[in-house]
């Protein structure tokens, strides 16, 4: 089940493209750690910096490394952390209400940084949906079917697909 909000969201989301899924890459445990590495070389070696999504799972996945940078609500909104990535990746590709997203290629991989406000829904409940996974084999199961059976969706098609499961996940 989709809440409205994320109806209108996947409603902007293309129908004309096909998503696809490859098999896990062993390597992006080493690009993800020297794309750490560098961001906190930039903005602080205090700084969290979290790989989520399909390769902190290790499984298939749209051949790309998700990198989170959790921050408090002060330090998101005002916005002091950008010029200093900005520098190292460019402009942002999407500004949202709660996330910042930069995008690059490394080795191959596109890679996707997000700084998130650490007390937003979005990062919370991501963070339970992976921590369930992570502690409930047969629904981390139900997951790599699911990517498996997306392969050539459309990316509305995925990721309605996608965020029903995840809200069922945390149904739970």
């Known amino acids: 089940m989709l809440t409205k909000k994320q109806k209108e969201w996947i409603n902007l989301l293309s129908d004309d493209d ?4 490859i098999p896990y890459d062993k390597r992006s445990k080493e690009i993800f750690k020297r794309v750490k590495e560098e961001i906190k070389i930039n903005i602080g070696d205090e700084t969290r910096v979290e790989e989520r999504g399909s390769t902190s799972l ?23 952390l950008v010029p200093e990535l900005t520098k190292i990746y460019g402009l942002p590709k999407s ?29 919370i409940n991501g963070v339970k949906f992976e921590n369930y996974l992570k502690t409930h084999q047969e629904a981390l199961k139900e997951y790599k079917k699911l990517k498996h059976a997306c392969n ?17 996940i945390l149904s739970r």
């Open 58 to 80: 290790g499984i298939a996945g749209q051949n790309e490394i998700d990198v989170y940078v959790p921050i408090s609500p002060d330090i998101f909104y005002s916005k002091t």
């Open 95 to 123: 500004i949202h209400k709660t996330r910042i997203r930069f995008q690059f290629i490394d080795d191959g991989k596109k890679i996707d940084i997000f700084l998130i406000d650490e007390e937003s829904a979005e990062w």
């Open 18 to 21: 096909e998503v696809e899924i």
């Open 152 to 168: 050539g969706l459309s990316t509305r098609k995925f990721y309605e697909k996608k965020v029903a499961f995840i809200n069922d």
